[in-house]
């Protein structure tokens, strides 16, 4: 009669064993897959904030506390752009959009649909952007004011 009864018991402790097991390997599936995600992102995806002259400004200036910019992009080349201007006179800007790359190297980016500011020099050691002139596509001589660091 004893038999009887541990039959049953042993054979439900082996198939909660073999559950628990699988969820385990599940488990440990889905971190490996959130690794490979991480390690596959390009180096310049990620979310770049600064503050720079105003729109009408090529440097700093006593009078006017610039603008704040805020730029994300994406995988995908998508990006999102922000830009509030600090002395409260304008409303804040949000664009969105796709950007391309205008070299090889992809070390140059064109940001569509916006009109001003919209090349940027990508710099991966340091990890920030710099915009460039909208013209010539040139450094400003006032360079240290026109830098966006990337948030790590």
């Known amino acids: 009669m ?8 042993i054979a439900s402790s ?11 390997s599940s488990e440990s599936n889905q ?8 390690v596959t992102l390009a180096k310049w995806v990620g979310k770049y904030q600064g503050t720079t002259p105003c729109m009408g400004c090529i440097s700093r200036c ?13 995988q995908d080349k998508t990006y ?14 949000t664009i969105q959009g796709h950007f391309r790359f205008s070299n090889p190297d992809q070390s140059k980016i064109e940001l569509m649909q916006v009109k001003t500011r919209n090349l940027i020099y990508v710099d991966l050691d340091q990890q920030l952007l710099e915009i460039l002139e909208d013209q010539t596509g040139h450094i400003y001589n006032s360079e240290d004011d026109f830098i966006l660091e990337k948030n790590i």
């Open 2 to 9: 004893k038999k009887p009864l541990l039959i049953p018991l």
């Open 31 to 38: 971190q490996v897959d959130q690794v490979e995600q991480k």
């Open 80 to 93: 999102t752009l922000k830009r509030e201007s600090l002395s409260g006179h304008n409303e804040i800007e």
């Open 62 to 74: 006593e009078e006017c506390p610039g603008m704040a910019v805020d730029l994300v992009l994406n």
């Open 14 to 24: 082996v198939l909660l064993g073999c559950q628990d097991s699988k969820q385990t």
